[in-house]
């Protein structure tokens, strides 16, 4: 199919000279689609971003992993495939594996008429990374007082692009309009690209400084991110800021009638990735983040002897 439709190869031979240096390397993986936010780009007409978010996805959960990214592969599922509107996602993951560090290893095109209805197209990657081989996290680690940071994101990122789309009304020409409240179009703030951590976390990871648990907010909104980051063995208490939320959430909660306990359930809140540190080490933490960039935001807690997420105003 790429032969037909006149697209480039790829290179499908990863370099693995640095697992010799590993004591007891393990290879780890995850899949990541964009399938929702492609529904929207669809619309707009708009696939250069739609390749950043598959990969920065992707390449996100390996580094929470603390894995050393090496490579994604893709498949593209559409009725009829155009090659210009292919070739945009690619170039947008080629341009984060760049970002990345990695290779961009094989890309597969499936035209599947029955399937899909003109100009839809589903996105899924599959990307690898290695480690050294550590045991999983367990709860006799967390104590009360751990802190929870955040890391912004760049705004929705991969989560919760159905229910925006119903509660909104979205089309074409809503996410054309311009909002003095958001600054720009509805449109451009829907298809900001997700935010790659690699950088934040490979410093964090490297400063020597125990990251107790660390996950990317994506699939299910910011409280299944928090459970995921306790290993839904603790809970948690949460600053709820008194101001209100950026434009974009605030558009959603209001306009959308969306509560903000289902916003929480649904978004990600405008927090891309979650980490656990002791509360002696939480200082440190945040000023490493900074030192790399990051406005990084003390959210709250962990509560040991608690299964819930309690917020509270700060």
Known sequence: MREELGLKELENEIPVSHFKDMDDPVLVTTTTSVSDKLYLAAQMQRFDTIGIDVTASAVNDLLAMRAKPLMIADTISCAKAKP????????????????????????????????????????????????????KVRSSHFRDGDVIIGLPSNGLHNDGYVTARKKLYLSKASMEIYYETLGATLGDLLMQPTKLYKRPLEAAFASGIEIKSCVQVARGGFDAAVRRLLYNRAGAVIKQGKGKMTPLYDMLHKDGNISREQMRCTFNMGVGMLLLVAEENADAMMELLENEGEEPLLLGLMERDSYTIRYIKS
Do not use: H, N, W
Not at 84 to 106: H, L, P
């Open 84 to 135: 210009e509107k292919i070739e945009e996602m690619e170039a947008g993951i080629q341009s984060a594996c760049v970002t990345s560090g990695i290779r961009f290893a094989d890309s597969q095109v499936k035209e599947l008429p029955d399937v899909f209805s003109y100009d839809q197209y589903d996105l899924v990657g599959f990307a690898v990374g290695v480690c050294e081989c550590q045991e």
